[in-house]
């Protein structure tokens, strides 16, 4: 189950007017009496971050300016930072991009140059502490992050520059249209692998939101990603699923469904060989195999490692799974397997939930449609769903069914 989430602000958590979820806090409560922590993951400043959540600094985590510190009430609990010879270097070098604005990025305050007025308007709506000096070269400080604002366009003027200048010796990230960040090791993801140690929780028990290329690695350090639905084109590569834009409340929305905040049942992806996972098995055996007199756990059950497995879960028990796959009989189109429900829950809506997000999960993968073999019983619950068959009976497992698919694409 999920016990650490993060998620990303601007353009994730934040809606396109800068505005928080208007049911955040509820959802905060609900999740930390459930003992699931949240950790906000931006390239903001921390002191700017706290603002943002009056009242909740001691019960948020901040993973702040991209990765490089993690502060826990009130305290930095991770710092990463960079050698004074480094980062004056990459000072020395900025100055010869026309219209790059760069700050550094310290645990205490931000410190930066008179760079005018749209650069000031800018750089305060994320540095809640700023100090102005006349030379970033004299600063005596621990810089953890050099922060870029662009006068022209990061991704064509400073972005390019300044990761040709890097040579692989540091990260260099676009956090933003006219943002660029220049990072020693340390990165979201970097933060958020270290965040799961300090936690004691799994890749498997994290999940992350995020929709711009400074999350890509948060993307990889845990196993539930999400992309916002409005994120970039190479973060959507890399997310395991694609969630409502961030004006649609995708974050909220998404944590309510995977976490059971609401109906008390939650469905999720449960990773090959979790403790979820042997009770998808569970499941399967009692509801599919057991009654035909057969036994799951004799079978050769290998190839499901390259599954997709996913399971409803209430009080902490799965009481719905249903399996993905490429189709192996028809080439662009994706398979579900193994649909089981508690007889307790079925006719409370678990099946039609657990489908919801294998659809989604079987888009994303570029499918033009999922098949299934319903049994002949079922196939009314197949039907309701927009199934339609597409062939005559047929003996599985020396029952009747059905042949019938599901278009994704139009």
Known sequence: MIKLIAADMDGTLLDSQKRLPPDLFDVLGKLRERGVRFAVASGRQYYNLVRQFPGMENEILFLCENGTMIFDKGAPIFLEPMEKRDWQALIKQLREIPGACPILCCPDTAYCEDFGAE???NASMYYEKLKYVDDLLK????VCKIAVYDLKDAETNSYPAMKKAAEGRFQVTLSGERWIDIMGESNK???LTALEKLCGVSPEETMAFGDYLNDTQ???ACFTSCAMENAHPDLKKLARFWVPSNDENGVIRTIRRMTGLDGGIAVLEAPYGSPEYRRNLELRDRALRKPLGLDLFSEDLSAEKDYRHFSAVE???VVGTMMLLPDPDAPGAFRMKQAAVAESCRGKGVGRRLWELVKEAAFREGAAKVTVHA???????Y???GFSATGGEFLEVGIPHIPMEYGLRG
């Not at 600063?139 to 621990?142: D, M, P, S, T």
């Not at 049994?375 to 619950?381: C, D, L, N, P, S």
């Open 315 to 317: 009080n902490g028990e």
């Open 375 to 381: 049994r002949k019983t079922a196939a009314g619950f």
């Open 189 to 191: 993801g970097t933060a």
């Open 139 to 142: 600063v005596e400080a621990n």
């Open 383 to 385: 039907e309701k769903l």
């Open 119 to 121: 650069f000031a308007e």
């Open 218 to 220: 948060m993307m990889g």
